[in-house]
Nanobody, 124 residues
């Protein structure tokens, strides 16, 4: 059974950095596409960054140049390095996994497996 467990969230001031981790288990890790999503109160869940099983990455325009998605296949772990944080980055961040996904990597409804989320709060 697929399990995804996020960690690394917290509070940070604007301009600061945080790194999120997502530990994956229950499947052959590098055969899945993985993504980071976020949801702020009263807003829909949105795609932040994703990485395909072949290493292709995709970023939302709002985080390009500030966030970097990466993975360590040996550790079955997905990361999101978040730099130059802004108050509008405040949200609950989720990682997600889907086997064989190749397109539309930032569309939440295309992912079946989700973690429980980790809160990120950025103050001005």
């Amino acid at each position: 059974q697929v399990q995804l467990v996020e960690s690394g969230g917290g509070s940070e001031r604007a301009g600061g950095s945080l790194r999120l981790s997502c530990a994956a288990s229950g499947y052959t890790y590098n055969t899945y596409s993985m993504g980071w999503f976020r949801q702020a109160p009263g807003k829909e869940r949105e795609g932040v960054a994703a990485i395909r099983s072949d290493g292709i990455t995709k970023y939302a325009d709002s985080v390009k140049g500030r966030f970097t998605i990466s993975q360590d296949n040996a550790k079955n772990t997905l990361y999101l390095q978040m730099n130059s944080l802004k108050p509008e980055d405040t949200a609950k961040y989720y990682c997600a996994a889907e086997p064989g996904l190749r397109f539309n990597l930032l569309v939440p409804s295309l992912y079946r497996y989700w973690g429980q989320g980790t809160q990120v709060t950025v103050s001005s």
